[in-house]
Nanobody
Framework: VQLQASGGGLVPAGGSLRLSCVSS????????TGWFRQVPGKEREFIAG????????RYADSVKGRFTISKNSAKNTVILQMNSLNPEDTAVYYC?????????????????WGQGTQVTVSS
């Protein structure tokens, strides 16, 4: 499985960004795709995840109500819509995938990682 993330950039506080993750080689819907983020010197932080079968979602408390994760199964794409961004959201964002339907919130559960995309929110 390969994951290609895109959509990062520089945005002022209060702005929005839309991240996309295209997966190739996924052969089963018994899988979950999600997003983690990482700031230098800190551990990777779970942001959101979605099940390919059924579409159940899970969010970190820090982004609930601001971020929305969705999927387009026909395009093998997962979207992370990020609104009301603040400087604390600045990080490298990684798209991830794991086999199995549980959306885990710790990084060791995810066997496939995309290359990361930088999100910078200016104050």
């Amino acid at each position: 499985v390969q994951l290609q993330a895109s959509g990062g950039g520089l945005v002022p506080a209060g702005g929005s960004l839309r991240l996309s993750c295209v997966s190739s080689g996924r052969t089963s819907n018994d899988a979950a795709t999600g997003w983690f983020r990482q700031v230098p010197g800190k551990e990777r932080e779970f942001i959101a995840g979605i099940r390919w079968s059924g579409g159940n979602t899970r969010y970190a408390d820090s982004v609930k109500g601001r971020f929305t994760i969705s999927k387009n199964s026909a395009k093998n794409t997962v979207i992370l819509q990020m609104n009301s961004l603040n400087p604390e959201d600045t990080a490298v964002y990684y798209c991830v995938l794991r086999w199995g339907s549980t959306i885990h919130t710790t990084s060791e559960w995810y066997s496939h990682w995309g290359q990361g995309t930088q999100v910078t929110v200016s104050s």
